[in-house]
C-alpha cells in the first residue's frame, strides 16, 4: 500500500474513532470507553441537543412550572373539589336518604372509591409529570382514558360557569334596599301574583288602621278575616319563583323553543369568563396565588351564616330533619348509590384535572399525606354545609307553616329559590343575601378555573414545543375561554335552562364511573400494581400501605362498576321539575344528550385500536408493544428491563429542574443507570462498531 492509501485509510480511522467517541459519549460513555457520571452525561445533552430549551436557535420553550409550595397544591385540590355540591346536593341526599344514617353509605364510599382514585389520579401525574393525556404514557394502549377526562372537563367547564353567571346576576340584585324576588308586583310578576300583592298590601294596612283605634269586636273579627284571606292569597303566588323563571330565565316552553340571547346574563356570563381568564392566565404563578383566597374565604362566610342560621326561630326543626338518622333506610339500595355518585361528584374523579394538579408537584411530595388531608376537608364542608342550610329551611318552613320536606330543595332549586325565600323573610335581607351569594361565587370561582386549568395543562403538555413558547399559552388560555364562552352563550337563551339540564345530566355523570374502573384496571393489571408501587416508593422515600394496592385491585372497580350497573338500572330519562308542573324532554333532545354522554368515554376504545392497527407484528406483538410504558429516565427503577419499557429522551433531562429538587444523583440509583441500561447501551456501540 502506497504513503497516499496509507494515509487516506489512517484518516478514515481517525474519523471513525472521533464518531466512535462521540457516540460513546451520548450512550452514556466517555471516550476511554468508562461510564459517565450522570451530572456529565446530561452536561453532554444539553450541549448536543438542539431541541433543548437552552438552544440559540429559535424562541426558547419556558420550562413547565411547579407549585411554589406544599400547600398550593392541596389548597388547588380542595378548591376544585370542594364546591357547589357539597353545599346544594350533599344536605339534601342526607337528609332524603335517612339522616344521620346516610353518614355510614357516605363514609364507606369515602374509603373504596374516593380516597384510593384520588390519590392515584394525583399520584399519576406527580409521577409522570403531566396533565390528563400525557399521563397514560404508562400504557399508551389505553391513552384514551385521558382524551375522555379532558372531552368530560371541557364540557363541564362549558356548563358550569352557567351556574356564577346566575349567582352573578343574584348578588348584583341584592345591592338593593328591598330584594326584588321578595315582592310581587314588580313588571316580570305574573297578573295573579300582582293582584295578589295589591290585596294584601291594602288589606294589611285596613287591619293595621283598625288594630291601630278603639274598635268594635266585630271589626276586629273581620278585619282579622281579611288578614287571612289576604295572607291565602299572597300564598298563591310565588315572587321568588316568578323571579327566577320569568325574570332572570325568561323560561321557554321548551328546549325547542330556544328564543333570543338575555343580554342581561350573556354579559354575566362574559364577567364569569373574564375572571377565570384572569385567575389562571399565568397558569399556576396566578392561579395559585388566588386559591389563598378563594378556598379559604367560604368557609368564614359559612361559619357566619351558621351563627346566623341557628339562631333563627325553627332552626332546631331543620337540623333534625337534616340529621335524626332513619337506619331503614339503609336497607334500600338507592341511598347506596347516592352516596357513591356523591363521592365520585364531589371528589372530581375522572375529569383529568385532579392529575394535572398532580404533575405540578416536585418529584418528592409527599401526595399521600394530601390525600387523606383532602378527604378530611371535603367531608367536613358537605357537613358543615348541611349545617348552615338546613338551620335556614327550618326558620322557613315554620314562617311558612309547612314541614321542612315541603321546602328542602337541591341544586339550582336551593340555592336560586328556596334560600333566596328564607333570606327574604330575614331582618336585613339585602345583607345576608349578599354574603350567600358572595360564598356561592367563591366556592364555584375556584372550582371552574381550575377545572380550565386541568384542561389547558392537558393541551399544553401534548404540545409543549408550540405552546411554552412565548406567550402562545397565554393566548391558546384565552382562545380556549372565548370558545366556552360561545358554548354557554346556548344556555343564556330564553330556553337556555333546559340546555343546561341536558349538559348536567349527560356529560359527566355516570360516565366518570366507568373512567375510574378502567383507570384502576390499567394501573394494577396493565402497567403492574408492584412495578407502581415501586414507583411511590421512589417519590415518597418509604412504601405505602398495601390496602391502597387492594383498592386498586379489586376494592375500588369493583365498587365503581356496582355503582355504575346500579345507576344504569334506576335509570330515567331527564325532566325538568318546575314548580308548577314537569317537563319531559323531546326523544331528539335525549338523542343529544346521549351524544354528550358518549362523546368523551367513545375515545377508549377508538384510541386502544389506533394503537393496535399502527403497530407491527402478531396481535400479540401489537399488544405488547402497545402496553410499554414511555418512561424518562429519571422514572426508572433500579435494575429496570429496559425491555418492557420505552425510554423516552425526546428532550434533555435538566438536573437543575425545579420538579427534581431534593434529589441527589449520587443517592439516587433511579437516576444513574441501571445495569440493564448499560447492557443494552453496550449492544448498541457493538452494533455501530460492527461487532
Known amino acids: 500500500m502506497d504513503t497516499k492509501s496509507k494515509d487516506k485509510q489512517i484518516l478514515f480511522d481517525d474519523e471513525i474513532l472521533i464518531a466512535e467517541m462521540n457516540d460513546s459519549k451520548q450512550n452514556g460513555y466517555s471516550s476511554d470507553g468508562d461510564p459517565l457520571s450522570w451530572k456529565q452525561q446530561e ?3 444539553l450541549s448536543s441537543d438542539d431541541s433543548a430549551t437552552t438552544s440559540s436557535e429559535g424562541p426558547k420553550m419556558k420550562r413547565r412550572e411547579v407549585w411554589a409550595n406544599k400547600l398550593d397544591f392541596l389548597l388547588a385540590c380542595i378548591g376544585f373539589s370542594v364546591g357547589l355540591g357539597n353545599v346544594w346536593r350533599f344536605p339534601f341526599l342526607c337528609y332524603r336518604n335517612g339522616g344521620g344514617a346516610f353518614l355510614i353509605p357516605y363514609f364507606t364510599a369515602v374509603l373504596l ?12 401525574g406527580q409521577f409522570m409529570s403531566e396533565g390528563g393525556i400525557g399521563t397514560w404514557k404508562i400504557t399508551p394502549l389505553f391513552q384514551g382514558i385521558g382524551y375522555a377526562c379532558t372531552i368530560i372537563v371541557f364540557l363541564l367547564n362549558c356548563e358550569y360557569n352557567i351556574i356564577l353567571t346566575w349567582t352573578f346576576y343574584y348578588l348584583f ?23 295578589s300583592s295589591k290585596m294584601a298590601a291594602s288589606l294589611m294596612s285596613n287591619y293595621s288602621k283598625m288594630a291601630s283605634g278603639v274598635v268594635s269586636k266585630l271589626n276586629d273579627t273581620m278585619t282579622t278575616v281579611a288578614y287571612t284571606v289576604a295572607t291565602e292569597n299572597t300564598t298563591k303566588c310565588d315572587p321568588v319563583t316568578e323571579f327566577w323563571e320569568r325574570k332572570v330565565l325568561q323560561l321557554s316552553s321548551g328546549v325547542d323553543h330556544a328564543g333570543t340571547v338575555k343580554w342581561d346574563l350573556a354579559l354575566c356570563l362574559l364577567l364569569a369568563w373574564i375572571v377565570v381568564y384572569g385567575c389562571i392566565w ?3 404563578k396566578s392561579s395559585g396565588k388566588v386559591m389563598y383566597f378563594t378556598a379559604t374565604s367560604p368557609y368564614i362566610l359559612m361559619l357566619i351564616l351558621l351563627i346566623r342560621g341557628v339562631t333563627l326561630d325553627g332552626a332546631a326543626e331543620g337540623l333534625k330533619f337534616y340529621l335524626l338518622p332513619d337506619w331503614s333506610k339503609l336497607q334500600e339500595a338507592q341511598v347506596w348509590v347516592d352516596a357513591g355518585t356523591q363521592i365520585f361528584f364531589s371528589y372530581s374523579i375522572s375529569l383529568g384535572t385532579l392529575t394535572a394538579l398532580g404533575s405540578y408537584n416536585k418529584f418528592r411530595h409527599n401526595s399521600y399525606r394530601d390525600a387523606m388531608i383532602f378527604a378530611g376537608v371535603n ?11 338546613f338551620s335556614v329551611l327550618g326558620f322557613m318552613a315554620k314562617q311558612q307553616g309547612v314541614s321542612v320536606a315541603d321546602v328542602a330543595e337541591s341544586g339550582p332549586g336551593l340555592a336560586f329559590i328556596a334560600y333566596p325565600t328564607a333570606v327574604a323573610q330575614m331582618p336585613v335581607a339585602p345583607l345576608w343575601s349578599v354574603l350567600f351569594f358572595v360564598m356561592i361565587i367563591l366556592l364555584g370561582l375556584d372550582s371552574q378555573f381550575v377545572g380550565v386549568e386541568g384542561f389547558i395543562t392537558a393541551c399544553v403538555d401534548m404540545y409543549p414545543h408550540y405552546l411554552r413558547i412565548g406567550k402562545r399559552r397565554e393566548i391558546f388560555t384565552g382562545i380556549v375561554c372565548f370558545l366556552c364562552f360561545l358554548i354557554g352563550l346556548s344556555m343564556v337563551t330564553e330556553g337556555g335552562m333546559y340546555v343546561f339540564q341536558l349538559f348536567d345530566y349527560y356529560s359527566a355523570s355516570r360516565i366518570v364511573l366507568v373512567v375510574a374502573f378502567f383507570e384502576c384496571i390499567v394501573v394494577a393489571y396493565i402497567y403492574g400494581i408492584n412495578r407502581y408501587y415501586d414507583n411511590l416508593e421512589m417519590m415518597f422515600g418509604f412504601r405505602i400501605a398495601p390496602v391502597m394496592k387492594i383498592c386498586w385491585m379489586f376494592v375500588t372497580p369493583l365498587f365503581s362498576l356496582t355503582i355504575f350497573i346500579m345507576g344504569a338500572i334506576s335509570y330515567s330519562e331527564l325532566t325538568y321539575k318546575r314548580k308548577t308542573y314537569e317537563y319531559t324532554y323531546p326523544s331528539w333532545a335525549i338523542g343529544v344528550g346521549w351524544m354528550l354522554a358518549l362523546v368523551s368515554v367513545i375515545w377508549i376504545p377508538i384510541t386502544f385500536f389506533k394503537r393496535v392497527i399502527d403497530a407491527e407484528g402478531s396481535i400479540a406483538q401489537r399488544l405488547l408493544s402497545t402496553t410499554r410504558p414511555i418512561l424518562k429516565r429519571h422514572q426508572l427503577r433500579q435494575g429496570e428491563d429496559l425491555t418492557k419499557v420505552v425510554l423516552d429522551e425526546s428532550c434533555s433531562f435538566d438536573p437543575d429542574d425545579p420538579i427534581l429538587q431534593g434529589l441527589d444523583p449520587r443517592d439516587e440509583p433511579l437516576l444513574a443507570n441501571s445495569v440493564e441500561l ?3 447501551e453496550n449492544s ?4 455501530t462498531n460492527g461487532v
Open 43 to 45: 452536561a453532554e445533552a
Open 113 to 124: 372509591g374516593g380516597i384510593p382514585v384520588f390519590f392515584l389520579e394525583v399520584s399519576l
Open 173 to 195: 340584585s341584592s345591592f338593593n334596599t328591598v330584594l326584588p324576588w321578595s315582592q310581587g308586583d314588580n313588571e316580570w310578576n305574573s297578573e295573579l301574583c300582582r293582584n
Open 282 to 284: 399565568k397558569g399556576i
Open 379 to 389: 367531608s367536613f364542608t358537605s357537613i358543615l354545609a348541611g349545617l348552615v342550610i
Open 678 to 680: 448499560q447492557k443494552i
Open 684 to 687: 448498541k456501540r457493538n452494533e
